[in-house]
């Protein structure tokens, strides 16, 4: 969830300054934008007052709910975007699951075209794509409806179960000596560090793939819509679908296209990618119930990288 602020924010290919969070949930990505120095206008958008009074039975959300840096808006997103003008640097959404209902219009083409029309130049829309809740039919429909609308997209994994869309309508470009910049001050890199994202590498090395590989995946699915919210009424979830989504969208990996990184520097983000990638794989040989291999390739990651708070947390240590 800190993710989902904080990554495109240190890609973000302007100085970015203000930014909306679509659905305050546990409040930890509302709470990440707070640790973003460079930001001036920090707004959140719920629909419940009682998510937002429950945020301090949550740990790492940095006290969003009460910071006057943040402007908690009680009222629905997708409203607030229709009935008020201001425009942002960057749109991020921290909403239910699609498949859940009367969500399905966070996540529909007409939604991002509304999100589009809040962009400040150079601006982006973060939009979470959480796998094991939808067959890989509808994310494939999700993923279409959003490239129908950001001519320049990529993903992301920040978590085993979901990822990130990043989308706009201009292009990114990920400059490494920039995003390296902006991670080492002190605030970004300390929340990022807690959650086992330790460098500016480590951050660059949680790339999947470009726009491209994005329409390889999404094919000749049809789009989310309004008027065809397909994803609300898809059939149940197959068992285990994670398994089959997750390595449908690693098989599309390539390199980052980035710039001003030096061999030291791609080194290191290889070096990260490799590993993260082997603990993936070895989470997956978890849900085909193959415990030898979890445990085999799982004991590399820690042996290489048993300090990381993410892997630990995750195998319980």
Same mark, same amino acid.
């Given at each position: 969830?800190?993710?989902?602020?904080?990554?495109?924010?240190?890609?973000?290919?302007?100085? +970015?300054?203000?930014?909306?969070?679509?659905?305050?949930?546990?409040?930890?990505?509302?709470?990440?934008?707070?640790?973003?120095?460079?930001?001036?206008?920090?707004?959140?958008?719920?629909?419940?007052?009682?998510?937002?009074?429950?945020?301090?039975?949550?740990?790492?959300?940095?006290?969003?709910?009460?910071?006057?840096?943040?402007?908690?808006?009680?009222?629905?997103?997708?409203?607030?975007?229709?009935?008020?003008?201001?425009?942002?640097?960057?749109?991020?959404?921290?909403? +239910?699951?699609?498949?859940?209902?009367?969500?399905?219009?966070?996540?529909?083409?007409?939604?991002?075209?509304?999100?589009?029309?809040?962009?400040?130049?150079?601006?982006?829309?973060?939009?979470?794509?959480?796998? +094991?809740?939808?067959?890989?039919?509808?994310?494939?429909?999700?993923?279409?409806?959003?490239?129908?609308?950001?001519?320049?997209?990529?993903?992301?994994?920040?978590?085993?179960?979901?990822?990130?869309?990043?989308?706009?309508?201009?292009?990114?470009?990920?400059?490494?000596?920039?995003?390296?910049?902006?991670?080492?001050?002190?605030?970004?890199?300390?929340?990022?560090?807690?959650?086992?994202?330790?460098?500016?590498?480590?951050?660059?090395?949680?790339?999947?793939?470009?726009?491209?590989?994005?329409?390889?995946?999404?094919?000749?699915?049809?789009?989310?819509?309004?008027?065809?919210?397909?994803?609300?009424?898809?059939?149940?979830?197959?068992?285990?679908?994670?398994?089959?989504?997750?390595?449908?969208?690693?098989?599309?990996?390539?390199?980052?296209?980035?710039?001003?990184?030096?061999?030291?520097?791609?080194?290191?983000?290889?070096?990260?990618?490799?590993?993260?990638?082997?603990?993936?794989?070895?989470?997956?040989?978890?849900?085909?119930?193959?415990?030898?291999?979890?445990?085999?390739?799982?004991?590399?990651?820690?042996?290489?990288?048993?300090?990381? +708070?993410?892997?630990?947390?995750?195998?319980?240590?």
């Amino acid at each position: 969830m800190r993710i989902q602020a904080l990554l495109p924010l240190l890609i973000h290919n302007g100085e +970015p300054r203000s930014a909306l969070v679509i659905g305050f949930g546990t409040g930890i990505t509302a709470g990440a934008l707070t640790q973003f120095p460079g930001l001036e206008h920090r707004v959140v958008a719920e629909l419940l007052p009682s998510v937002v009074k429950a945020a301090p039975l949550f740990k790492g959300n940095f006290n969003a709910a009460a910071n006057p840096a943040v402007d908690v808006r009680l009222r629905d997103g997708r409203q607030e975007l229709l009935r008020n003008p201001q425009r942002y640097d960057l749109i991020t959404l921290e909403p +239910p699951p699609p498949s859940a209902a009367g969500v399905v219009n966070l996540y529909s083409r007409d939604f991002y075209q509304l999100a589009a029309s809040r962009l400040n130049e150079k601006g982006l829309v973060a939009q979470w794509l959480p796998l +094991p809740t939808q067959n890989i039919d509808d994310s494939r429909s999700l993923v279409r409806s959003f490239l129908e609308v950001y001519p320049y997209a990529n993903l992301w994994t920040s978590e085993f179960h979901e990822m990130l869309l990043v989308g706009s309508m201009e292009p990114i470009e990920l400059d490494a000596a920039k995003i390296n910049q902006r991670f080492q001050q002190d605030s970004v890199r300390s929340t990022l560090q807690d959650v086992g994202i330790g460098s500016a590498a480590a951050l660059l090395a949680t790339w999947v793939t470009d726009r491209a590989g994005l329409e390889r995946f999404a094919a000749n699915a049809q789009p989310v819509t309004d008027d065809q919210p397909r994803i609300e009424y898809a059939p149940w979830v197959r068992a285990k679908e994670i398994t089959r989504v997750l390595r449908a969208l690693m098989d599309l990996h390539i390199a980052p296209p980035l710039l001003n990184a030096d061999q030291g520097f791609t080194e290191r983000m290889n070096t990260h990618q490799q590993r993260l990638m082997q603990f993936y794989h070895a989470s997956l040989h978890a849900y085909d119930g193959d415990r030898d291999a979890w445990a085999r390739d799982v004991r590399e990651v820690m042996r290489e990288d048993g300090g990381n +708070p993410y892997f630990r947390w995750f195998v319980g240590e």
